[in-house]
Antibody, heavy 117, light 110 residues
């Protein structure tokens, strides 16, 4: 059974940093593109970043470029999102998701990042 | 990259059909056959319902169908059931390995 379990969220002051983690199991992690998608409270979904199978190619939505870094450790079946210079508008539930067929077929349960305004 | 446009709400009685539109541009919806649809119940993670415009993942009922014409994609739920009440989001590939979601539609089963 495919499972994605996020961790690392919490309350962070504006300008602060956090590292989100996503532990994957039940599939061959090293052959899958992976992504982060976020959802601000009461708002819609927003694609944040994607990384290819070996971590050599990374893509970001414009609003987080230069502040967020997506990475992965295939030996640990883990995906990461380093978030720096946090702003109030970054407050959201962050989901990790497995990419397949130009969509995302498996999602984690979500991890809340709170940034007080 | 602007969000794709969806109607805020849609509704139907049990057994009826409801169709949700998702309007983008030639740079996203109109430019690629990589439109997907997600269902999200309150407090839950999104669930993939349609990918590549009209393909259904294993386990998704056949009453969910997708289509696209020009810059607008559509999701139709036929034979509406109580458990279909949820938020629905479209998503499209927008080139250069970037993706854009729709604004979301709340479906109510009357």
């Amino acid at each position: 059974e495919v499972e994605l379990v996020e961790s690392g969220g919490g309350l962070v002051q504006p300008g602060g940093s956090l590292r989100l983690s996503c532990a994957a199991s039940g599939f061959t992690f090293s052959t899958s593109w992976m992504s982060w998608v976020r959802q601000a409270p009461g708002k819609g979904l927003e694609w944040v970043a994607s990384v290819n199978q070996d971590g050599s190619a990374k893509y970001y939505v414009d609003s987080v470029k230069g502040r967020f870094t997506i990475s992965r450790d295939n030996a640990k079946n883990s995906l990461y999102l380093q978030v720096n210079s946090l702003r109030a508008e970054d407050a959201a539930v962050y989901y990790c998701a497995r990419a397949a067929n130009w969509a995302w077929d498996y999602w984690g349960q979500g991890n809340l990042v709170t940034v007080p305004s | 990259q602007s969000a794709l446009t969806q109607p805020p709400s849609a509704s139907g009685s049990p057994g009826q059909s409801v169709t949700i539109s998702c309007t983008g541009t030639s740079s996203d919806v109109g430019g690629y056959n990589y439109v997907s649809w997600f269902q999200q119940h309150p407090g839950k993670a999104p669930k993939l319902m349609i990918y590549e415009v009209s393909k259904r993942p294993l386990g998704v009922p056949a009453r969910f169908s997708g289509s696209k014409s020009g810059n607008t994609a559509s999701l139709t739920v036929s034979g509406l059931q109580a458990e279909d009440e949820a938020d629905y989001y479209c998503n499209s590939y927008a080139g250069s390995k970037h993706f854009v979601f729709g604004t979301g539609t709340k479906v109510t089963v009357l």
